[in-house]
């Protein structure tokens, strides 16, 4: 499973409005064996939205508190737009409330990541993304 | 007032109040009541006048510093202090990624170099003993590298925290100055130039000395 995502040529797009998280996850992702991926980043929601609907992405890392659109407010819009709705989206956060996990599980998050976090443990919230998109017999 | 109804009189009134709920004469008795009840309403009076007079005193003290020196320069500076804090930390957080980011091919190149004098050799003599170290060091280095990158989240997490202080050190600001607007003729200072006159100076006054100040 973990080897057929990374042979994937998969397209990333990687949103955090700290230019040091967005490099972070970069690596991370690096680390992990995703060399063929293309990984884009955006500063916020709206720029993420505007990357979305002009080109393919196979998975969005998104922050939660960003200005303009917030990743709860991304999520969302994602949900909403018939041509993403079936994006998966994991969320990558310093929020780690209740009530903020649970808006993000209602708005139909794939993956929830407290910051901060291990190398392993994105790992292991990608994996279960990718089994789940197997299993539903979408491409992802 | 019905005096003749039952009222719980005990021992912890005080006298005057414990004679004039005996006392068969009403009108006597309402009139005390009143004035006892003015006293309480003066002491009242008093204080608020007190309490008006030095909010006065402080707002005039805020306006003037703030319309002479626009927004006060501390929280400016405060403002900009964390902006730089924000920057530079981002720029060391830069620093080190920019480091592992080096690091990481080379770690990779001798992990590949010592694979290939591992075939060479027959894996006993001191080049094959020297590259499984190399192996391991690389190996070791990639994790640490990883730990680093990771490790570099602090200034994520702190940058948030900055950038909420940040955000509160200008609301903050803006109600101050919307205090000083709102009370700039109050504390007779000029006020900046979208404020809206309330009241004069003249009408503070009276407004003061109707309470005795």
Redesign the interface.
Known sequence: MWREALDKNMKILVV?D????R??VR??L??LGFTNTLIQEADDGENAMTMLRSQPFDLVVTDW?MPNMTGIDLLRAIRAEAALKGLPVLMVT?ENNRDQIIAAAQAGVNGYIV?????VTLKEKLTKIFERIAASGVSA | MNVSSPLAIDDTLPPELRDLLNSPDGPAFEQALDVMVRQREQRLFRALGQLARDLHDAVRRLGGELTQEGVPGIVADARQHLQDALEMSAQAAHRSLDFAERMRPQAESLTRNAGQVLEWTNGNDAAAVLAREAVAFASSCRDGLADMVLAQSWQDLTGQRIKKVASFIGTVESSLLELVRLTGALAGSEAPASAVKVSSQEDADRLLSEFGF
């Open positions: 955090d700290f230019s040091t998280m490099r972070i690596n991370l690096v680390e508190n310093a910051k901060p976090f291990t190398a």
